[in-house]
């Protein structure tokens, strides 16, 4: 274990801290599924509204996607580029 | 790996652009990338599309048939888009929206030609939200008073005790990068899974890719134009208000 450079520990560490940011998709995955979950009702009570319920739902479901993409993209950053490096 | 534009050309995981070359300009060091060469690719298919949409609408016919029908059919379903979401002053913002969607929808579509998607670049995705920003402020000074975008900026509270101005502001600072990081990290994030499945290609994997094309670029790169113009649409409407 005496052979570890820095550089290589800053490495391992960076693969966990991205391990550890890709659990912001937790949150995303609930709310969209809330967000489907509700259109389904929705479409339920009044299926003549499909294509309007089935439009805002993908759009509002896109937007709480952002948060989740958020954590993806400081994984992405620690694990190819590597600021820390 | 170097020089190679199409994705799935190597047996290693290849993510990256690329630069193919470089030159100087005003003492710095530029790159001409893969991203570049996609987006020319890119602008090349929608420059003839537009050649040969208009020398069949030179010579169009009262009944229309074969290209023709496909062209009037993309204006209409751009024009029902915009004028069903931003009401009576949709008609002026149908070209920029229109253009915007149909080559942001080019370019994630091109994930499945094995290019590097253009828009997997946030030197694509930046400007784009920028023009949209540039848009939304632009109206935004146009139709409403000083006065109102002030009241606007302090919104929570009475425009005499601007505690919350700069966290509107913060907000509204937000609004291109959340656009442009929304765009980017979905198609970039398919880009990625495509080249981990491209680099197993030569030991487990067989059929599936084609599953997974349908999905992250065709599903997702949809979804995703119809949501950065949505987006657009929507800040452009309220920018403008409610008055006219």
Redesign the interface.
């Known amino acids: 274990m005496d052979n570890i450079t820095g550089a290589e520990l800053i490495r391992a560490c960076s693969a966990i801290g991205a391990g550890l940011a890709v659990i912001a998709g937790i949150g995303p995955g609930i709310g969209q599924g809330i967000a489907a979950g509700h259109a389904a009702s929705a479409v339920g009570r009044n299926p003549g509204a499909k294509s309007d319920i089935t439009?805002t739902m993908?759009?509002g479901q896109?937007?709480a996607?952002?948060t989740g993409?958020?954590g993806?993209?400081v994984a992405?950053l620690l694990m190819?580029v590597q600021p820390l490096v | 790996m170097q020089g190679s534009i199409l994705l799935s050309s190597g047996s290693d995981i290849d993510?990256?652009v690329h630069g193919l070359f470089s030159y100087e300009l005003f003492g710095h060091e530029f790159w001409i990338t893969t991203t570049h060469v996609s987006i020319l690719i890119v602008m090349i298919i929608l420059i003839g599309f537009s050649i040969a949409a208009n020398r069949a609408m030179k010579h169009a016919s009262e009944v229309p048939g074969g290209f023709q029908n496909v062209v009037e059919l993309i204006v209409e379903m751009l024009e029902n888009m915009v004028c069903g979401t931003m009401g009576k002053c949709g008609g002026r913002f149908v070209n920029y929206v229109g253009t915007i969607f149909i080559f942001i929808l080019i370019s994630n579509l091109s994930g499945l030609f094995g290019l590097r998607p253009p828009t997997a670049d946030y030197g694509v995705t930046l400007p784009l939200a920028l023009l949209s920003f540039i848009l939304i402020h632009f109206n935004q000074f146009k139709y409403q008073t000083p006065k109102q975008i002030w009241t606007d900026m302090c919104s929570p509270l009475p425009p005499w005790l601007p505690i919350w101005f700069p966290i509107n502001l913060i907000s509204e600072i937000a609004v291109p990068i959340?656009l442009s990081?929304?765009l980017f990290?979905?198609v970039?994030?398919g880009t990625?899974i495509m080249a981990l499945i491209y680099a197993l290609l030569s030991k487990v994997a067989y059929f599936w890719p084609g599953a997974l094309h349908a999905y992250f670029d065709v599903f997702s790169g949809c979804?995703?134009t119809?949501?950065f113009c949505?987006?657009t649409m929507t800040y452009i409407s309220n920018a403008i208000g409610e008055e006219e």
């Open positions: 439009s993908l759009l896109a937007v996607e952002t993409l958020y993806l993209l992405i190819f | 993510i990256m959340s990081l929304r990290a979905n970039l994030s990625i979804i995703q119809y949501v949505m987006l």
